[in-house]
């Protein structure tokens, strides 16, 4: 089969992906989201399947468009990975979290506005110890922990003045660690603890360490669940033990990535993900 790799670049996950690809006997080539474009005229061939690796920064109508185009390919048969409605409530916090919510499991406390205000308010509603997260952004950037009034004040006035959207989350504390749980077509591959080192932080791009984990059955229930009330074929879930040991849900990541997971665990991701790109059925839901 002839995969579309879609992304900014040949980065170490589209190369490893080219591997796995002519491992198993498929063609992949590198497409930069960047450069897509559509036409009513005859075209040349559709790939038989896409696989999103990433969605680089660009204005709403470019967003927009390239969202399009995904579901365009879609509807005419080609395997898009992940399904482009899943891709689109994966990479927004606000969406995910109230999907997580309504297929009832566990999330942080969570309050999205758009002024400082309001966001002071829920600050205090919060109790006062909140994670600012950007509503797009992954691996941990841009989030900031505030339990100060006054710098709570400063950091809200900042952000409004961008004209983004405020995210805020209470603040759950932790052993240190968490739990990426990594689901394909409706089951489990494999499972890693990432330990913070020294920060709130867990994600490996901000320094943890991670080590293989063996989950019980009422994680991966969860994980499934929660990758099932997304809408993905693949992802990475993110599980938090709370202080009471209940589990909250922190994220599903609709474009998961595997450089930390395959190491730790001995897993070819990346094999696993071409053969949910060409698999007869579930690629598209």
């Known amino acids: 089969m002839h995969i579309s790799l879609l992304s900014g670049g040949d980065g170490w996950h589209v190369r490893d992906l080219q591997r796995a690809a002519a491992v198993l006997g498929h063609v992949a080539t590198v497409v930069d989201f960047r450069r897509l474009s559509a ?17 680089p920064p660009g204005s709403l109508e470019q967003v927009v468009f390239r969202m399009d185009l995904l579901q365009t390919w879609q509807d005419e048969g080609v395997r898009v990975l ?17 999907k997580l919510q309504a297929a ?12 400082a205000d309001t966001a002071l308010e829920a600050f205090e509603t919060l109790g006062g110890d909140v994670v600012v997260k950007p509503l797009f952004g992954s691996e941990g950037r841009g989030m900031v922990r505030v339990s100060d009034p006054e710098l709570a004040w400063r950091t809200f006035r900042t952000i409004e003045r961008t ?53 019980s059955n009422e994680l991966e229930g969860l994980a499934l669940r929660a990758s099932a009330a997304v809408g993905t074929v693949i992802a990475g879930v993110d ?15 609709a474009v998961p990535g595997w450089r930390a997971l395959g190491p730790v665990t001995g897993i070819d991701v990346a094999a696993e993900v071409i053969r949910a790109a060409t698999a007869t059925q579930g690629a598209n839901r």
């Not at 992940?82 to 109230?98: F, H, M, Q, W």
């Not at 009832?104 to 002024?115: E, H, R």
């Not at 080192?197 to 984990?213: K, L, S, Y």
């Not at 599980?239 to 990541?253: K, Q, S």
Request: proline share 10%; net charge positive.
């Open 239 to 253: 599980l938090l033990p709370g202080p009471n040991g209940e589990w909250y849900v922190l994220e599903v990541n």
């Open 163 to 215: 004209q983004t959207v405020l995210y805020l989350q209470k603040f759950i504390p932790h052993p240190g660690w968490d739990l990426r749980i990594f689901v394909s077509q409706g089951r489990v591959l494999t499972a890693m603890k990432r330990i913070a080192r020294g920060d709130w932080r867990t994600n490996v791009a901000q320094g943890a360490t991670a080590e293989p984990f063996r989950i």
């Open 82 to 98: 992940n399904p482009p409605r899943s891709l689109e409530i994966g990479v927004d916090k606000y969406l995910c979290t109230a």
């Open 39 to 55: 036409s009513t005229s005859p075209r040349d061939k559709l790939p038989d399947a896409v696989i999103v690796r990433t969605m």
């Open 104 to 115: 009832g499991l566990l999330v942080p406390p969570t309050v999205v506005c758009q002024n």
